[in-house]
């Protein structure tokens, strides 16, 4: 029951100023609110991050070609670097622990039907392409490439949907023969596929990947009909470029074998790249556990950020319990002439600050999770106002979703409550101590 009262004191107290209270709990509600936006913000950058990692598959091994510095090229007539046939043959013999072996050619080119033309990559590749890449045949989309089309080095492709989409806005692709001027070759539609969103790029480590422009064939037609050499003509000169592989996409075992196994690929790639250091080797399993390192070290940075309002805060009430004080100090002297204790006025003021602090925080934990929609809508809104503009941000802002991290929220509370207790202890204790008969003195 005593409880009860003091309680309910407190709050008349805080009733009887509403003003100075509010502006009181802004601190807390601000330190709270940040702390559940920031480390929304944080989770979802990094399930982003982690999304697009995992994605490439937690035993795979990824072998790409890089174009190596200048000075390194001089001298030669074309420019020549990168993957070779012979490459993927040895790691295929001499690493027992790889599974699968994709290797990918990729090469930026027209497509034409008739009068419509669109710029993409031409990719060479296996059937086993479509598997790791999450590449899906859309419904009466045909189908992806055969073990036969790479044999008999058909004449064949797969199309994504951002090409049949712009190729064949009013007809239905499959069957349909689509050139590549360059070559004059023509490619029968065997397959459509469903749209796939681009990946982003992570780190330094692989660039970013989009699907939208993509038109698959068989790696033995590539290198039958097209080859290993390219050349590009801008403003009267050529640029000849040879080379054989772009990327190998390997996969181990199981996962306890892919730092092994990339460490013997890099060993073996060694002895033909090392001079013009023209190959490298991405594990995303290591690249997942740095994302998930970063996601940490931004989670507490998020939170250590928030705590630094959650302490402006606390300062707030210290400030506007001890202006409290002064002007109770009548009241206090009374009810220590009636016989309240130094704990019962210690107890009233510190109940004042609870009140404070933990209004604050559910304030501040309402707006937090109202921050989430409001982002939504506030996207929806531009995506819908301008969407010439929304189309020109980087994927990673356009697919942005923050996700609110609901361990962090009994975590701010407490932070919180603890912070008001703290800074309402002084003021409590100093109210407590003071002399009756002087307070019953003040004016």
Not at 45 to 62: F, H, N, P, R, Y
Not at 242 to 267: C, F, P, W, Y
Not at 356 to 376: E, K, N, Q, T
């Amino acid at each position: 029951m005593l409880w009860l009262r003091t309680w309910q004191l407190g709050i008349k107290s805080l009733a009887l100023h509403p003003l100075r209270t509010g502006l009181t709990m802004l601190g807390i509600m601000i330190g709270v609110w940040a702390v559940i936006v920031l480390t929304a913000v944080s989770q979802g950058a990094s399930d982003q991050v982690q999304k697009q990692i995992e994605s490439l598959g937690s035993t795979t091994i990824i072998v790409r070609s890089q174009k190596p510095p200048e000075d390194k090229l001089a001298g030669m007539a074309a420019t020549q670097y990168g993957l070779l046939r012979s490459d993927l043959d040895r790691i295929l013999a001499s690493v027992p622990t790889i599974d699968t072996a994709i290797p990918i050619r990729e090469i930026r080119r027209q497509f034409t039907y008739r009068d419509q033309v669109v710029d993409g990559r031409l990719v060479g590749c296996t059937p086993a392409y479509a598997e790791v890449n999450h590449l899906k045949i859309r419904a009466g989309g045909g189908r992806f490439l055969s073990d036969a089309d790479e044999m008999k080095a058909d004449t064949v492709c797969v199309v994504s949907a951002g090409v049949a989409d712009r190729l064949f806005p009013f007809e239905e692709p499959l069957g349909k023969r689509v050139t590549v001027p360059e070559h004059t070759d023509k490619y029968k539609i065997v397959g459509v596929l469903e749209h796939r969103n681009p990946s982003a790029a992570i780190g330094g480590s692989l660039d970013s990947q989009d699907f939208s422009s993509d038109i698959y064939i068989p790696m033995q037609t590539l290198r039958k009909r097209i080859g290993d050499t390219i050349v590009t003509r801008r403003s009267g000169q050529f640029q000849m470029e040879i080379m054989e592989l772009n990327q190998i996409t390997l996969q181990a075992k199981n996962q306890d074998l892919v730092r092994t196994s990339a460490a013997m690929i890099e060993g073996l790639l060694a002895t033909n790249h090392s001079a013009l250091n023209d190959v490298s080797v991405v594990v995303p399993l290591e690249l997942l556990e740095q994302a998930r390192n970063m996601k940490i070290m931004f989670l507490g940075i998020g939170i250590l950020i928030a705590c630094i309002s959650l302490v402006v805060g606390g300062i707030g009430i210290m400030n506007i319990m001890l202006a409290s004080v002064t002007e109770r100090t009548r009241e206090i002297g009374i009810r220590r002439a009636l016989g309240a204790k130094q704990h019962d006025i210690t107890r009233q003021f510190l109940v004042e600050t609870i009140v404070l602090s933990f209004a604050g925080a559910m304030l501040g934990i309402v707006i937090g999770l109202l921050s989430l929609p409001m982002y939504r809508a506030a996207i929806w809104g531009v995506k819908q106002g301008m969407p010439d503009k929304f189309a020109a941000l980087p994927a990673a802002i356009r697919e942005a979703e923050p996700s609110i991290v609901y361990w962090t929220i009994p975590l701010a509370v407490a932070i919180a409550v603890g912070v008001g207790l703290v800074s309402g202890l002084y003021p409590a204790i100093r109210a407590a101590k003071m002399n009756p008969i002087e307070a019953l003195r003040h004016e």
